[in-house]
């Protein structure tokens, strides 16, 4: 049985880049916390790849887009703790030291649901998502094994993993009553939309419309949702 994701108490935002989980869930996580759910943003990357001026100091950039987060959540209601891995944004691979930390955080902050970005989107040639979805669902699959990762902090085993930006979503949440404030927060990360929020902010409305369109919601985000157990030897995952 898939989970409902409105129903969740404590939710871990684990995500590439600073912005990536307002775009795909910022929706659903002023839902969220409106319902009481606590919520901890955790991102991967420094961010300092994301800009178009070859000037740009990266250590500044990395300062803007953490303060740009903040305002963000600050917009969207909701008090989430940020942690930062500082990985280099565009550099991200696969390994088994970033799958142990986030186990760790995993265990440390033990939520029942973690939304992450789709690895299997595809045609997505951002190395830095589709890293950062895959050892998300490893550390969700690896968390409640005592002896992946051991450390001192207890094993956990979380309720479900959200993947926002996929392809083949399962759920879908009403966020119509919500949707400005996503948009605004957004926009809080002038930095990687500036001049060309126009239409950003048209392709997102697009976007929301046509999935909230088939279950009568004005604006709506959508997520494959799977438990632990959908991610490992399930064929039908796929099709759940």
């Not at 085993?157 to 927060?185: H, M, Y």
Request: hydrophobic content about 40%; proline content about 8%; glycine content about 6%.
């Amino acid at each position: 049985m898939i989970p409902d994701l409105l129903e969740s108490r404590r939710v871990l935002c684990i995500q590439p880049h600073p912005d990536d989980a307002d775009i795909g869930a910022g929706g659903t996580l002023a839902r969220l916390v409106e319902r009481g759910a606590e919520v901890i943003y955790l991102t991967v990357t420094d961010g300092t790849a994301g800009s178009d001026d070859p000037d740009q100091d990266p250590n500044q950039l990395k300062l803007l887009r953490r303060g740009e987060q903040q305002k963000a959540l600050d917009v969207l209601g909701v008090p989430a703790e940020l942690v930062w891995l500082d990985y280099q944004d565009g550099y991200l691979s696969p390994s088994l030291t970033l799958r142990d930390t986030l186990i760790n955080y995993i265990r440390q902050y033990q939520p029942d649901l973690v939304l992450t970005v789709d690895p299997w989107l595809p045609y997505e040639a951002h190395n830095d998502h589709p890293v950062t979805g895959l050892m998300a669902a490893q550390a969700v699959m690896f968390a409640s094994t005592p002896r992946i990762a051991p450390s001192s902090l207890p094993p956990h085993r979380v309720c479900a993993i959200g993947f926002f930006f996929s392809a083949r979503p399962n759920t879908t949440v009403d966020v119509s009553t919500v949707w400005e404030q996503k948009l605004q927060a957004i926009q809080c990360h002038h930095s990687q939309f500036g001049s060309q929020w126009a239409e950003y902010k048209d392709f997102f409305d697009t976007q929301a419309r046509s999935w909230g369109g088939p279950q009568g919601y004005a604006r709506a985000e959508v997520f494959k949702v799977l438990t632990p157990l959908h991610l490992h030897c399930f064929p039908n995952a796929e099709s759940s």
